[in-house]
């Protein structure tokens, strides 16, 4: 379960980063720290997925404040690119961000208590 939760933050921190990164190279609704930040905030989350495979009871600690942080900067990207539907885009990564939550926690447990 903490293989798929890594391999889910991979992607979507991949998503994050090449967000960021085209916006950097051919400036459009974003501002370069707002881009920068994309690119950063990506690497991180991906830091985080990688960590699943490795330490998934240290990777858990890591991904709640990461996908928090992920939280609020998608909320600001949704300022920046004027999203019609403000409460299904963040209700979308919401739901993402639970679910990848919830299967983190079931692999942190499952180490926890291997018998079980």
């Known amino acids: 379960m903490s293989k798929v939760a890594g391999l889910l933050l991979i992607i979507l921190g991949a998503g994050i980063a090449y967000v960021g990164l085209t916006e950097l190279l051919n400036p459009g609704q974003l501002t370069t720290y707002g881009a920068a930040s994309s690119v950063v905030l990506g690497l991180l989350v991906v830091v985080a997925g990688l960590g699943h495979f490795k330490a998934p009871h240290k990777a858990f600690l890591l991904g709640v404040p990461v996908l928090v942080a992920f939280q609020l900067h998608a909320y600001c990207m949704a300022l920046f690119f004027d ?3 403000l409460p299904l885009f963040l ?3 919401l739901v993402a961000s639970a679910l990848i939550i919830l299967l983190s926690y079931n692999g942190y447990r499952v180490q926890q208590n291997p018998a079980a």
């Open 83 to 85: 999203v019609k539907n």
């Open 91 to 93: 209700g979308g990564f």
